[in-house]
């Protein structure tokens, strides 16, 4: 009788402190939902993302409903709020405001030039991780006047590690432009959502992006990978360690961006903010990793 009461008592203590933040996020002015927003605890590995609905659902510690949390979602101003605040009203993002561009319409001819084409033989690690805060890594496509003849980016092709075969996922692909100052990126170059959606992998999935006329920036560009938290990108994983017979299960979220060996600065997005990103360099022979990412330009 004692046990059963002590257990009640633990079970209703660990009830007691945690709560489930679950709303919709919106449109400030359509109030159309607003799907894959990324929701993330500026002080905390914690966050989610939206669905294709605008709904998202995350349990977290009573504790961190005085914390603040970041919204963030492409063509929408980045929005702070109190934790609490999520447990009322909907959440409305503010839509950003962008002056029309100039289109210059071309005829397009048949070259085509590949930038960091890459085998299977190359990616030698990858970002993947466990349910927790959204991220975004980017890695840098700097300028060369070979590009001057082959302008336009036709296609943009993201690896995997070979823990994406046989999973599927979704994901963001982002471009940004490199802020003069600090060399992160900035500003999203892209006014429209380029989601992908990958059911099955030989490793790669090329993203046609040649009716989006971009033109490649004489100050190079960033391509952002973002990955979503949401159902539909997590998978449970069973594993051993150390060679114990005895087995664990998590959960990982989809998909693991394959990754190759580089001396350059890579970014990451998490908490609201970019971060330069530092890996145990012993690890990779004196090197830090960055998204293998290919783009084919063409005329």
Known sequence: MRVFLLFCFISTTIFSQTVVLKNTVIDWHTNEPVAYANISFLNENVGVSSDENGVFS????????????????LNYKDTIVLASTLQSKPLKL???????????????ADRELVVDKYKRRDIRSGFS????????????FPYKNE?????????????????MLRKKARFRIRLFKIDENTGEPSEDMLKEDLIVDVKKTNGKVEVDVSKLDIVFP?????????????????HERTYTRNGSREKYKDTIVAPSFGAVFTKDTIFI??????????FPQEFYKGNALKPAISVTLSN
Not at 94 to 108: D, G, T
Not at 129 to 140: D, E, F, I, M
Not at 269 to 278: E, T
């Open 218 to 234: 004489q100050e190079g560009f960033f391509i952002g990978l973002e990955r979503l938290h949401i159902p539909y990108n997590f």
């Open 94 to 108: 503010q839509p950003k405001l962008y002056e029309l561009e100039e289109v210059v319409i071309s005829k397009k």
């Open 58 to 73: 995350l349990q977290i510690n009573k504790q961190l409903l005085h914390s603040k949390v970041h919204i963030s979602c």
């Open 147 to 163: 590009y001057e003849s082959v302008p336009f980016l036709k296609s943009i092709t993201v690896y995997f590690t070979s823990l």
């Open 269 to 278: 997005k998490n908490r609201g903010k970019w971060r330069k990103h530092y």
């Open 129 to 140: 991780g466990r349910k927790g805060s959204p991220w975004t890594v980017a890695k840098y």
